[in-house]
């Protein structure tokens, strides 16, 4: 791995005083005490808008009867959100300087996620990706710009990879305009496409050196992340039920929802939360596909919120669906991200078959649970919470696992 060290945050000679523009050299991959800054914890704020508005687009689509076609416009613009989220978070945990520079550049980023938000309800509703695209390409070229002053502070590998970064990152760019002239019917397939490309990009650019990334800022990042789409997930159910019990005076038929999506949301903080994953975090391999994994753990989050509002729809009359969909709206991202979890997590601390499969066996019964008409969101529920209380108990009793540290508890 390719270590640097960090840049000093004050000059020499002017102590307590900053210069407002310094070379953007590459961080230290063992610096110390290293977290997350409040510029990116407000860069993780305003990405979550428009992830809402992503999630209300779903809720829509699938309470009308066009699940499957809102799934798909889900995962093409929640792709996008995702990318760019992920590619500054890595950028930042090698070469964040705070400098003055470096904020400006962020915060048009953050613009460009906002004019992206902006554009959510045209690509689901009309499959105009104008809005969409423009935002996207806002916080692109943007990050095409940071590598640029990166390539500029390096020499050798280190420049060529930056170098690479900057092309593969605005020839993407420019594919991604297949999604405005190309017929309806082929812009799935070229989402799929260029999804891939974009993602060959960090392997194909670091093949000759390894940016410096932090494990323990990166496993944070990902972390805050995660905590702010849960949290946006239990806002966008807990307006769901209120506006359900203040316009139906449901509150008998809302309550199991309502417990059950909150026992729901709850193990799912405590089962990505329970590792230390940065310890696995120890080459490009391994993080990429740690990295690439959460695609499928953040979106599984979100969705679990909408299919929540969904549930709600649907007892309330709302919804134009039957209570299996509802209801389904629900179990199954559920499944999803207790299985992704396990895949990119929990796995690689279980000790014995047994630990082994919890979550697996966990994933199983909630799609069970779908069948259970108007209680099957609070049974899902349960049997989140009883996997918790599965795995710390299976933890607790194993004495020689526990001695190897809390990565052996459950997960």
Same mark, same amino acid.
């Given at each position: 791995?390719?270590?640097?060290?960090?840049?000093?945050?004050?000059?020499?000679?002017?102590?307590?005083?900053?210069?407002?523009?310094?070379?953007?050299?590459?961080?230290?991959?063992?610096?110390? /005490?290293?977290?997350?800054?409040?510029?990116?914890?407000?860069?993780?704020?305003?990405?979550?808008?428009?992830?809402?508005?992503?999630?209300?687009?779903?809720?829509?689509?699938? =309470?009308?009867?066009?699940?499957?076609?809102?799934?798909?416009?889900?995962?093409?613009?929640?792709?996008?959100?995702?990318?760019?989220?992920?590619?500054?978070?890595?950028?930042?945990?090698?070469?964040?300087?705070?400098? %003055?520079?470096?904020?400006?550049?962020?915060?048009?980023?953050? =613009?460009?996620?906002?004019?992206?938000?902006?554009?959510?309800?045209?690509?689901?509703?009309?499959?105009?990706?104008?809005?969409?695209? #423009? &935002?996207?390409?806002?916080?692109?070229?943007?990050?095409?710009?940071?590598?640029?002053?990166?390539?500029?502070?390096?020499?050798?590998?280190?420049?060529?990879?930056?170098?690479?970064?900057?092309? &593969?990152?605005?020839?993407?760019?420019?594919?991604?305009?297949?999604?405005?002239?190309?017929?309806?019917?082929?812009?799935?397939?070229?989402?799929?496409?260029? $999804?891939?490309?974009?993602?060959?990009?960090?392997?194909?650019? @670091?093949?000759?050196?390894?940016?410096?990334?932090?494990?323990?800022?990166? $496993?944070?990042? *990902?972390?805050?992340? +995660?905590?702010?789409?849960?949290?946006?997930?239990?806002?966008?159910?807990?307006?769901?039920?209120?506006?359900?019990?203040?316009?139906?005076?449901?509150?008998? @038929?809302?309550?199991?929802? =309502?417990?059950?999506?909150?026992?729901?949301?709850?193990?799912?903080?405590?089962?990505?939360?329970?590792?230390?994953?940065? &310890? /696995?975090?120890?080459?490009?391999?391994? =993080?990429?596909?740690?990295? *690439?994994?959460? *695609?499928?753990?953040?979106?599984?989050?979100?969705?679990?919120?909408?299919? #929540?509002? %969904?549930?709600?729809?649907?007892?309330?009359? !709302?919804?134009?669906?039957? +209570?299996?969909?509802?209801?389904?709206?629900?179990?199954?991202?559920?499944?999803? *991200?207790?299985?992704?979890?396990?895949?990119?997590?929990?796995? /690689?601390? !279980?000790?014995?078959?047994?630990?082994?499969?919890?979550?697996?066996?966990?994933?199983?019964?909630?799609?069970?649970?779908?069948?259970? &008409?108007?209680?099957?969101?609070?049974?899902?529920? %349960?049997?989140?919470?009883?996997?918790?209380?599965?795995? @710390?108990?299976?933890?607790?009793?194993?004495?020689?696992?526990?001695?190897?540290?809390?990565?052996?508890?459950?997960?």
């Amino acid at each position: 791995m390719t270590s640097s060290p960090a840049p000093p945050p004050v000059p020499s000679g002017a102590p307590g005083i900053r210069q407002p523009l310094r070379r953007l050299r590459a961080r230290g991959r063992d610096e110390a /005490h290293r977290t997350a800054s409040a510029l990116e914890l407000f860069f993780d704020l305003c990405f979550v808008v428009a992830v809402a508005q992503a999630g209300i687009e779903l809720v829509h689509s699938v =309470a009308e009867g066009h699940a499957g076609q809102g799934i798909l416009d889900y995962a093409m613009v929640f792709f996008a959100l995702w990318w760019a989220w992920m590619n500054f978070t890595w950028f930042a945990s090698a070469y964040d300087n705070d400098d %003055v520079l470096y904020r400006v550049v962020t915060l048009v980023q953050i =613009a460009g996620v906002l004019v992206l938000a902006a554009g959510v309800s045209r690509a689901f509703e009309e499959h105009d990706y104008l809005v969409v695209w #423009l &935002g996207y390409a806002i916080m692109r070229v943007a990050m095409a710009a940071q590598w640029l002053r990166a390539a500029r502070a390096a020499e050798g590998p280190e420049r060529t990879t930056a170098l690479r970064y900057v092309g &593969g990152v605005l020839a993407c760019q420019v594919g991604w305009l297949g999604l405005l002239f190309l017929p309806e019917g082929a812009r799935p397939w070229w989402f799929l496409v260029m $999804a891939l490309l974009e993602m060959c990009v960090p392997p194909f650019a @670091e093949r000759g050196h390894t940016t410096s990334w932090h494990p323990r800022h990166i $496993a944070e990042r *990902y972390g805050l992340f +995660t905590i702010i789409v849960l949290g946006e997930t239990i806002a966008a159910a807990t307006v769901a039920v209120k506006s359900g019990i203040d316009e139906n005076d449901a509150l008998g @038929e809302l309550l199991p929802i =309502a417990s059950g999506g909150l026992l729901i949301i709850f193990a799912a903080w405590w089962i990505y939360f329970v590792v230390p994953i940065h &310890g /696995h975090l120890r080459s490009n391999r391994q =993080a990429f596909l740690w990295g *690439y994994g959460h *695609y499928v753990v953040l979106a599984s989050a979100a969705a679990i919120g909408a299919g #929540l509002e %969904v549930a709600v729809e649907e007892t309330v009359g !709302k919804a134009h669906i039957s +209570t299996l969909a509802a209801s389904a709206a629900v179990t199954l991202p559920t499944a999803l *991200y207790l299985l992704t979890v396990w895949a990119l997590h929990s796995r /690689h601390f !279980k000790r014995g078959i047994t630990q082994q499969l919890v979550l697996p066996t966990t994933a199983l019964l909630v799609i069970c649970c779908t069948f259970l &008409g108007h209680w099957a969101v609070f049974a899902a529920g %349960v049997v989140c919470a009883l996997s918790v209380v599965a795995g @710390e108990t299976l933890a607790a009793t194993r004495p020689t696992a526990r001695q190897s540290g809390p990565a052996t508890r459950t997960g």
